[in-house]
């Protein structure tokens, strides 16, 4: 078994977000594919502008322009047959998202109350976060 994530940025952007955060997971890109659309997560102005779209397993007369979040899996046969076994999408997904699965237990659990109503919002990234001296840590 294995784990892979795609992103749509292009291969340079991905390598040095991952040194950054001091990832080592494998992470490739679907830039100039048509991958990510073909799994119904990423919406151009040119889908939008055809009309509703299809995400989450139903049709959405409207949906924001670029990315949105699902996961896919795939089983690789013995004689190299690739097949897809499932999808989740929207909060179908969050399920790789320990943090969340820990907010949920807490009495004031995600905290979503804007500007983005997600945990982006008030979370930050490990490089992010005040030192205590006025300064962010900067990169690890």
Excluded: C
Excluded at 8 to 14: F, G, N, S, Y
Excluded at 40 to 45: E, Y
Excluded at 73 to 87: E, M, R, W
Aim: proline share 4%; aromatic share 16%.
């Amino acid at each position: 078994m294995s784990f892979v994530a795609i992103s749509r940025a292009p291969l340079a952007e991905i390598e040095a977000y991952k040194k950054r955060m001091g990832w080592r997971f494998k992470w490739v890109s679907s830039h100039g594919t048509d991958f990510n659309s073909d799994y119904h997560v990423s919406f151009t102005k040119d889908d939008l502008a055809k009309g509703p779209t299809y995400y989450n397993f139903e049709v959405r007369e409207s949906q924001t322009e670029g990315e949105a979040p699902g996961i896919n899996v795939f089983f690789k046969d013995q004689s190299g047959i690739v097949f897809h076994t499932y999808s989740a999408y929207a909060r179908g997904d969050e399920r790789g998202l320990g943090t969340y699965m820990f907010l949920d237990l807490t009495p004031t659990g995600r905290n979503e109350t804007g500007p983005n109503y997600n945990l982006t919002d008030w979370v930050k990234r490990h490089d992010e976060y005040d030192d205590g001296l006025g300064k962010s840590a900067g990169p690890v």
